[in-house]
């Protein structure tokens, strides 16, 4: 397994991702619960996440592993379950949190709340309410990409659950007919809400369907953070190199349910149990320790982790709402040369 | 099975789920297609049935939209009475060739051969802070289509009734409960029969009409029980079917009222409102005022979503406009 192990400073950046990721969503669930910041020091009252929280605990090797070989040029496009691919992007996690609790300083100044996140500043193009929705979009900003000759790539990310929409063939056949620069990972967390995908999906998955219209597919361990990273960087430099799109098929799991609020009472709590094993942070943690890294860096990391999080819920609760007026702002443009 | 006579208390959810139980119990030849239906549907709409009934007739299907209307669609055609589960209107628009293109144009365009008695569940309206993609009223976009009956239940005794109406129609019917309703109680009477069109005066008045379904129509209660006080009697009336709609009731209503104001969740701009306010006027040459949402889309922060919101309070408001 260490055979995929980077340099230590390498290392260290993806497990600092990963703690960041779930440090924050460890305090948005919190937050959509109470109202009470993750570590219960700071009260913010009335003040709280609202509405659908979809969690990616336990899968945040995959956004980490794949976002950190893009560029700020790059474009990616996710899904419900968005706040990882969005932080390993490199979007502020403060304006994130904001976003989350529906505060003028999010991102879209709380129109969109967790499902519509978005961070174009970092070419975050978007979360999405609407599954498999991501691809066919991911599918045309690479195609202007490529129409633009820029020396840039779209990451696709979408659940196991999406690739039976219609969207997600008709994004691959697009893809591979017009060799776009873009690369498909599908995160196989194995649910689909409350129903497991694997009795839904005929065949043998993403790979195999990415494969039948000739798109080479790679699978991974999608909890061993290296492993994610050592494929990632095949596949884009692949696709960075202008041979058309791949598939990253990481086989992972939703520790928990649908959303923050889903105990996931169907489900056999000895398959959680199993998956908990692979956490991909602890495992991440313990392949650190045995190439050399210190607790200390580690823990430190933690730390950093916590106290980023725990600001930004500091500055999300004290932050202004947005106007009332704001609802009728960006709607739409009218009339001609407005816009350019 | 003893037929409940006497009326039992349930919710909305829990009187659709009975309804479609009664017809799945009449008609081996109704089933349920959706994602999740096996357990009850993401708002216990369905719930039991799949234990009741097995998954050869409460079938869970992968996240296909289109392909679930389609297949709703090839069911129909073969002989099958389907119910189709969307989740909500805003995922029914990935099945939007299917319902429009094909639902309703089949029986239309191959000459009265086929038919396609589905019945298509999609709950509207505003899901408290789920943003612009879970929150859209769309009744307006299918009332606009030939071929589709529409139908906004507000309350558990229409939900039962009419879901057991649009089971035993003969064509595709749009069915679009509203997801803040799922958790209303009221006695409801497995015995009462509601055909589809017909709409229900819930107050009596002469000062005003007004005109309004689902969700709404407990907004519109409100304002008129607080009119009343201020003696302004209205006759409200609750539409439940948009298509057909109630024309002779709403007529009837208008032509003495001589006032009508229509609300609604949706969107104001080309909503339902203005097909009933052109009708009225047309035949009745009423005073008219309609109300419903700007022309925005849903947002996510509370003081966003409430812009969206059309309240008991902007009724009133609008009644005594009309009134004064
Ligand atoms: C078109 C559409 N259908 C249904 C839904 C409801 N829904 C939201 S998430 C989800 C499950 C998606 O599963 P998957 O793609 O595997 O992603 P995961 O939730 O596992 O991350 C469903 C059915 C939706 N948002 N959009």
Redesign the pocket.
Same mark, same amino acid.
């Given at each position: 397994m260490d055979s995929h192990f980077p340099d230590p400073g390498r290392a260290l950046a993806l497990y600092r991702t990963m703690a960041r990721i779930r440090a924050f969503e460890n305090a948005a669930e919190i937050a959509s619960q109470g109202g009470v910041s993750a570590y219960g020091q700071q009260a913010t009252g009335s003040v709280r996440v609202r509405g659908p929280l979809?969690l990616?605990t336990g899968?945040e090797a995959v956004p980490a592993g794949v976002c950190v070989h893009l560029k700020p040029a790059d474009y990616l496009t996710s899904?419900?379950?968005g706040h990882g691919h969005t932080l390993a992007k490199g979007a502020d996690l403060r304006r994130m949190m904001a976003e989350l609790f529906g505060k003028a300083t999010g991102f879209n100044g709380g129109k969109g709340g967790s499902m519509h996140i978005a961070d174009f500043s970092v070419g975050m193009l978007g979360a999405n309410?609407?599954?498999?929705?991501g691809l066919p979009i991911a599918v045309g900003a690479a195609h202007a990409q490529k129409l633009q000759k820029k020396d840039a790539i779209t990451v696709c990310f979408?659940?196991?659950?999406?690739?039976n929409?219609g969207p997600f063939l008709e994004s691959l056949n697009w893809a591979q007919v017009y060799g776009l620069p873009v690369l498909f990972v599908c995160?196989?967390? #194995?649910?689909?809400?409350t129903?497991a995908?694997g009795p839904m999906t005929a065949g043998d998955g993403a790979s195999a369907r990415a494969e039948a219209l000739g798109i080479a597919a790679t699978q991974v361990d999608g909890n061993d953070v290296f492993a994610v990273h050592a494929a990632a960087a095949r596949l884009v430099d692949t696709v960075r190199s202008g041979s058309g799109p791949r598939l990253l098929h990481a086989l992972t799991y #939703?520790v928990k349910g649908?959303v923050s609020v889903d105990p996931a009472a169907y489900r056999d709590p000895a398959e959680l149990a199993a998956a908990l094993d692979t956490d991909p942070i602890a495992r991440a943690r313990a392949a650190c320790l045995r190439a050399g890294i210190a607790a200390a860096a580690l823990d430190g990391t933690d730390a950093d982790a916590h106290a980023e999080v725990e600001a930004a819920l500091v500055a999300a609760a004290e932050a202004p709402w947005p106007d009332a007026a704001a609802a009728f702002t960006d709607v739409q443009t009218t009339g001609a040369g407005q816009w350019h | 099975m003893a037929l409940t006579t006497a009326p039992v208390d349930m919710s909305y959810a829990e009187a659709a789920a009975l309804a479609v139980q009664r017809e799945m119990e009449a008609d081996p030849k109704v089933v349920v297609i959706g994602?999740?239906v096996g357990r009850g549907g993401i708002f216990g709409q369905y719930k039991g049935l799949q234990q009741r009934f097995g998954d050869q007739r409460v079938i869970d299907t992968p996240?296909s939209?289109a392909a679930i209307m389609g297949a709703g669609v090839g069911m129909a055609l073969a002989g099958l009475r389907p119910v189709v589960e969307m989740?909500?209107v805003d995922?029914a628009l990935?099945g939007m060739d299917e319902l429009v293109n094909q639902a309703a144009k089949n029986r239309f365009m191959f000459g009265g051969q086929g038919r396609v008695p589905l019945v298509a569940r999609m709950p509207g309206g505003i899901w408290d802070a789920s943003a612009a993609?879970?929150s859209q009223s769309l009744e307006a976009w299918f009332a606009h289509m030939p071929g589709l009956v529409v139908v906004c239940p507000s309350t558990p005794q229409d939900n039962h009734a009419l879901l057991r109406a649009a089971m035993q129609c003969g064509d595709p019917v749009v069915y679009i409960e509203h997801k803040a309703l799922w958790g209303l109680r009221e006695p409801v009477d497995e015995t009462v029969t509601i055909p589809l069109g017909q709409a229900a005066r819930l107050r009596e008045g002469t000062a005003l009409t007004l005109v309004s379904w689902g969700k709404q129509v407990h907004a519109c209660a409100e304002a008129c029980a607080a009119l009343a006080d201020q003696g302004i009697a209205i006759d409200l009336i609750d539409l439940r079917t948009l298509w057909p709609w109630d024309r002779e009731t709403v007529l009837e209503s208008c032509g003495r009222t001589q006032r009508l104001l229509v609300v609604h969740e949706a969107v104001q701009a080309a909503g339902f409102g203005a097909e009933i306010a052109a009708t009225a006027a047309e035949a009745t040459g009423c005073r008219i005022a309609r109300l419903g949402a700007p022309r925005i889309p849903v947002g996510y922060a509370a003081v966003l979503e409430a812009q969206s919101r059309v309240g008991a309070e902007a009724i009133s408001a609008a009644a005594r406009r009309l009134v004064d």
């Amino acid at each position: 397994m260490d055979s995929h192990f980077p340099d230590p400073g390498r290392a260290l950046a993806l497990y600092r991702t990963m703690a960041r990721i779930r440090a924050f969503e460890n305090a948005a669930e919190i937050a959509s619960q109470g109202g009470v910041s993750a570590y219960g020091q700071q009260a913010t009252g009335s003040v709280r996440v609202r509405g659908p929280l979809h969690l990616s605990t336990g899968q945040e090797a995959v956004p980490a592993g794949v976002c950190v070989h893009l560029k700020p040029a790059d474009y990616l496009t996710s899904t419900h379950r968005g706040h990882g691919h969005t932080l390993a992007k490199g979007a502020d996690l403060r304006r994130m949190m904001a976003e989350l609790f529906g505060k003028a300083t999010g991102f879209n100044g709380g129109k969109g709340g967790s499902m519509h996140i978005a961070d174009f500043s970092v070419g975050m193009l978007g979360a999405n309410g609407v599954v498999a929705a991501g691809l066919p979009i991911a599918v045309g900003a690479a195609h202007a990409q490529k129409l633009q000759k820029k020396d840039a790539i779209t990451v696709c990310f979408f659940g196991d659950g999406a690739i039976n929409r219609g969207p997600f063939l008709e994004s691959l056949n697009w893809a591979q007919v017009y060799g776009l620069p873009v690369l498909f990972v599908c995160e196989d967390n #194995r649910w689909s809400a409350t129903t497991a995908s694997g009795p839904m999906t005929a065949g043998d998955g993403a790979s195999a369907r990415a494969e039948a219209l000739g798109i080479a597919a790679t699978q991974v361990d999608g909890n061993d953070v290296f492993a994610v990273h050592a494929a990632a960087a095949r596949l884009v430099d692949t696709v960075r190199s202008g041979s058309g799109p791949r598939l990253l098929h990481a086989l992972t799991y #939703r520790v928990k349910g649908h959303v923050s609020v889903d105990p996931a009472a169907y489900r056999d709590p000895a398959e959680l149990a199993a998956a908990l094993d692979t956490d991909p942070i602890a495992r991440a943690r313990a392949a650190c320790l045995r190439a050399g890294i210190a607790a200390a860096a580690l823990d430190g990391t933690d730390a950093d982790a916590h106290a980023e999080v725990e600001a930004a819920l500091v500055a999300a609760a004290e932050a202004p709402w947005p106007d009332a007026a704001a609802a009728f702002t960006d709607v739409q443009t009218t009339g001609a040369g407005q816009w350019h | 099975m003893a037929l409940t006579t006497a009326p039992v208390d349930m919710s909305y959810a829990e009187a659709a789920a009975l309804a479609v139980q009664r017809e799945m119990e009449a008609d081996p030849k109704v089933v349920v297609i959706g994602e999740d239906v096996g357990r009850g549907g993401i708002f216990g709409q369905y719930k039991g049935l799949q234990q009741r009934f097995g998954d050869q007739r409460v079938i869970d299907t992968p996240i296909s939209e289109a392909a679930i209307m389609g297949a709703g669609v090839g069911m129909a055609l073969a002989g099958l009475r389907p119910v189709v589960e969307m989740r909500v209107v805003d995922f029914a628009l990935c099945g939007m060739d299917e319902l429009v293109n094909q639902a309703a144009k089949n029986r239309f365009m191959f000459g009265g051969q086929g038919r396609v008695p589905l019945v298509a569940r999609m709950p509207g309206g505003i899901w408290d802070a789920s943003a612009a993609q879970h929150s859209q009223s769309l009744e307006a976009w299918f009332a606009h289509m030939p071929g589709l009956v529409v139908v906004c239940p507000s309350t558990p005794q229409d939900n039962h009734a009419l879901l057991r109406a649009a089971m035993q129609c003969g064509d595709p019917v749009v069915y679009i409960e509203h997801k803040a309703l799922w958790g209303l109680r009221e006695p409801v009477d497995e015995t009462v029969t509601i055909p589809l069109g017909q709409a229900a005066r819930l107050r009596e008045g002469t000062a005003l009409t007004l005109v309004s379904w689902g969700k709404q129509v407990h907004a519109c209660a409100e304002a008129c029980a607080a009119l009343a006080d201020q003696g302004i009697a209205i006759d409200l009336i609750d539409l439940r079917t948009l298509w057909p709609w109630d024309r002779e009731t709403v007529l009837e209503s208008c032509g003495r009222t001589q006032r009508l104001l229509v609300v609604h969740e949706a969107v104001q701009a080309a909503g339902f409102g203005a097909e009933i306010a052109a009708t009225a006027a047309e035949a009745t040459g009423c005073r008219i005022a309609r109300l419903g949402a700007p022309r925005i889309p849903v947002g996510y922060a509370a003081v966003l979503e409430a812009q969206s919101r059309v309240g008991a309070e902007a009724i009133s408001a609008a009644a005594r406009r009309l009134v004064d």
